[in-house]
């Protein structure tokens, strides 16, 4: 069984006991940078965050009084990364026009892409190009180290996280 949380601030979403189709159905689009509808709401993977977790159905009553994603939290893996290169060799294949999705963006992960490759592919897509320019040689590395270093430190400023990152990494970019 699958659960999955979206996340995009102020707004969040969850769905538990999903099957492996009703998660292919989410992750596939997802992987391509598509829109996806849930809960009333339209998601982009460029502005929500989606969280998959793998584990034991969860009875109706661990589910009940905003419990359920804590308590899918403490009986489930986080399987995101995994799920999503899945999904994204799944639809590349499935789809293979070109690789292209809805709107004509372009799926930049390779069809074999390990679960950082697709990480920093994400990542990458959703900062644009001038950014990934600046960030220099080894922009996917840093775009992922600037992210978890964003996300560890909820309070400091981006600029601030950049230096956070670029100081872990030992980058050649730092002044």
């Not at 601030?9 to 997802?30: G, S």
């Not at 069809?111 to 080894?138: F, K, M, Y």
């Amino acid at each position: 069984m699958f659960h999955i949380e979206l996340r995009q601030f102020p707004h969040n979403f969850c769905r538990f006991n999903l099957t492996d189709e009703q998660l292919h159905a989410l992750t596939v689009p997802w992987a391509r940078g598509e829109w996806i509808e849930a809960g009333e709401r339209k998601w982009t993977p460029y502005q929500a965050k989606l969280t998959i977790l793998e584990g034991e159905r969860i009875p109706v009553e661990q589910l009940s009084i905003g419990r359920g994603w804590r308590n899918a939290r403490r009986q489930s893996e986080d399987v995101t990364v995994r799920v999503l290169a899945a999904a994204l060799e799944a639809g590349e294949v499935a789809g293979h026009a070109g690789g292209t999705a809805a709107g004509g963006a372009t799926a930049r992960a390779p069809s074999r892409a390990s679960a950082t490759d697709l990480d920093a592919a994400l990542v990458i897509d959703s900062l644009g190009p001038e950014l990934v320019r600046a960030l220099g040689e080894d922009s996917a590395r840093l775009a992922l180290a600037w992210r978890a270093a964003i996300e560890d430190s909820p309070g400091r400023s981006p600029s601030v996280c950049l230096a956070l990152a670029e100081e872990a990494l030992g980058s050649p970019n730092r002044r």
